[in-house]
Nanobody, 116 residues
Framework: VQLQASGGGLVQAGGSLRLSCAAS????????MGWYRQGAGKQRELVAL???????NYADSVKGRFTISRDNGKSTVYLQMNSLKPEDTAVYYC???????????WGQGTQVTVSS
């Protein structure tokens, strides 16, 4: 499975952005889809994930502000980010788990910068 992420950019604090990540290849075997992020000098952290059943989990730092969703018909996962804060500044990476062996595939990363 290959992933193509888009939607990053520069936004002022309090603003919103929507990230998209489209999958191609063996999309029928995708289970979990989600987003990680990595800020400068920080470790990569899980932001949100959604399972094949549609359930979602979020990092505490984004609960109530970010919403993850998926369109299985389009093999795409979205991350709606509202009330953005400067500490949300990071490169955001989408990922999927696919196949019987739960292979992990990453998107190329998209920069989100939130100015104060």
């Amino acid at each position: 499975v290959q992933l193509q992420a888009s939607g990053g950019g520069l936004v002022q604090a309090g603003g919103s952005l929507r990230l998209s990540c489209a999958a191609s290849g063996e999309v029928y075997s995708i289970t979990n889809m989600g987003w990680y992020r990595q800020g400068a000098g920080k470790q990569r952290e899980l932001v949100a994930l959604t399972t094949i059943t549609g359930s979602a989990n979020y990092a505490d730092s984004v609960k109530g502000r970010f919403t993850i969703s998926r369109d299985n018909g389009k093999s795409t996962v979205y991350l709606q980010m509202n009330s953005l804060k400067p500490e949300d500044t990071a490169v955001y990476y989408c990922y999927v788990l696919w196949g019987r062996r739960e292979v992990l595939s990453w998107g190329q990363g998209t920069q989100v910068t939130v100015s104060s």
